[in-house]
């Protein structure tokens, strides 16, 4: 059974920055894409980041140049940095990882229960 975990968020004032972490665990047997998304209270579930084994990145453009995505893969490990933040930032952050494990042998996505992030102004 996968599983994967969020941690990392918080409060945090406009300006500042916080680090998301996502671990996955479980009868994995490759990971291919990590990816962080965000949903705002209203809104509509948005990439933020993906990140490709080995180390292909993307990012939305409201986050470039203050996010990035990086990836542990001997802890199957995804990060997020977040500098500069603004209020907009505001959502919860999920965690996604395109992976096989061993009860399937098949690719499917799994998803983090996600970690809130507030910034105030």
């Known amino acids: 059974q996968v599983q994967l975990v969020e941690s990392g968020g918080g409060l945090v004032q406009a300006g500042g920055s916080l680090r998301l972490a996502c671990a996955a665990s479980?009868?994995?047997?490759?990971?291919?894409?990590m990816a962080w998304y965000r949903q705002a209270p209203g809104k509509q579930r948005e990439l933020v980041a993906a990140?490709?084994?080995?180390?292909?990145?993307n990012y939305a453009d409201s986050v470039k140049g203050r996010f990035t995505i990086s990836r542990d893969n001997a802890k199957n490990t995804v990060y997020l940095q977040m500098n500069s933040l603004k209020p907009e930032d505001t959502a919860v952050y999920l965690c996604?990882?395109?992976?096989?494990?061993?009860?399937?042998?098949?690719?499917?996505?799994?998803w983090g229960q996600g970690t809130q992030v507030t910034v105030s102004s």
């Open positions: 996604e990882a395109q992976l096989v494990d061993e009860s399937t042998s098949l690719l499917r996505a799994y």
């Open positions: 990140i490709s084994s080995p180390s292909s990145t």
């Open positions: 479980g009868s994995i047997i490759r990971i291919y894409t």
